[in-house]
Each structure stands twice: as structure tokens, then as C-alpha cells.
């Protein structure tokens, strides 16, 4: 069966309006919804799979996205890998964070289905070598002396 037009507008409404009430639920504004379908679609106030929340929510207000891939988009088209790309995201397992905004709230719903998105306050924004830092592994020994004579 073929993908009528308004089928796909009503399924975009509905990921908009997932999202606003996503965004609702943490006192942020929303993105436009046209007024295509059913109202049903709309009353939904479930939170989309993807989207996860984290404890440290309570005590700071979420200013953050962390966006992360777990899906590969080779076999996808330009547009999404452009989308990728334009979010700052070239391999699978890679995060970043953006602050909230309609723009980036909106590239989130071109790649929903590949992207798993957090929302964070700034206390949790992590730059790529912090990032780095926290994956290192421990050591693993210590020096307690050297065979060396120390040098006045």
C-alpha cells in the first residue's frame, strides 16, 4: 500500500507532538504543530522510546540535549547523513550535546530512529576530551621508586 500524503503528514504531526510533550514535561516551549488528523494523535502524551530520563533531573533544570548514535546510516539517504553531520555526529556510539532549541529539536526528528537523545542539565554537558578522559582505563600500577639517583 502506498504512502499517501496525508498518512505522512499525520505521522510527522505525531513525532512533533511527541517531542512537545516531551519538551512540556521539562518547562520548555514547543515546536509548531499543524492541525492534520485526529485529535487523538495529538492528546498523546507519552514520551518516545528514545528519549530517556535521567535522576539529576530533579535537583537542576534540563538545558541540554545529549544526543547520541546507535544506529549506522550507511545504507540511508543524503539528507539524513547531511542531518548527522550538520548535528556534529560521524560514527556510531559518539555523543554531543547541544543546548534546546527549535533547530535542534527538529534535526532530532529527521533522525529519530537512529539517535537515542537525554536531556541534561549543563552540569552534565561533557566537551569531546572530557568525554575521552572518562573512558580512559585506570592505570593499573604506581610508581613508589626508581632505581635512579636523585639529582641535586
Not at 505525531?14 to 485526529?38: D, E, H, K, P, W
Not at 530517556?52 to 541540554?64: F, K
Not at 550535546?97 to 561533557?126: C, D, F, M, W
Request: glycine content about 6%.
Amino acid at each position: 500500500m502506498p504512502l499517501t500524503n496525508i498518512s505522512f503528514e499525520m505521522s510527522l504531526v505525531s513525532c512533533r507532538t511527541q517531542l512537545n510533550a516531551y519538551m512540556r514535561t521539562f518547562g520548555r516551549s514547543t515546536i509548531g504543530v499543524r492541525s492534520i488528523g485526529s485529535t487523538a494523535s495529538r492528546q498523546n502524551d507519552t514520551t518516545p522510546s528514545n528519549i530517556t530520563r535521567n535522576s539529576y533531573l530533579d535537583s537542576e533544570p534540563a538545558t541540554h540535549f545529549k544526543i547520541t548514535l546507535r544506529r549506522s546510516a550507511i545504507s540511508l539517504g543524503d539528507k539524513i547523513k547531511a542531518t548527522l553531520i550538520s548535528l556534529g555526529i560521524h560514527r556510531r556510539h559518539q555523543t554531543v550535546y547541544y543546548p534546546h532549541s527549535q533547530v535542534v529539536a527538529g534535526k532530532i526528528l529527521r533522525v529519530k530512529e537512529l539517535v537515542e537523545v537525554e536531556n541534561v542539565p549543563t552540569s552534565a554537558v561533557r566537551t569531546s576530551w572530557e568525554q575521552r578522559q572518562e573512558r580512559k582505563a585506570v592505570r593499573g600500577y604506581q610508581v613508589v621508586g626508581t632505581k635512579r639517583p636523585s639529582v641535586l
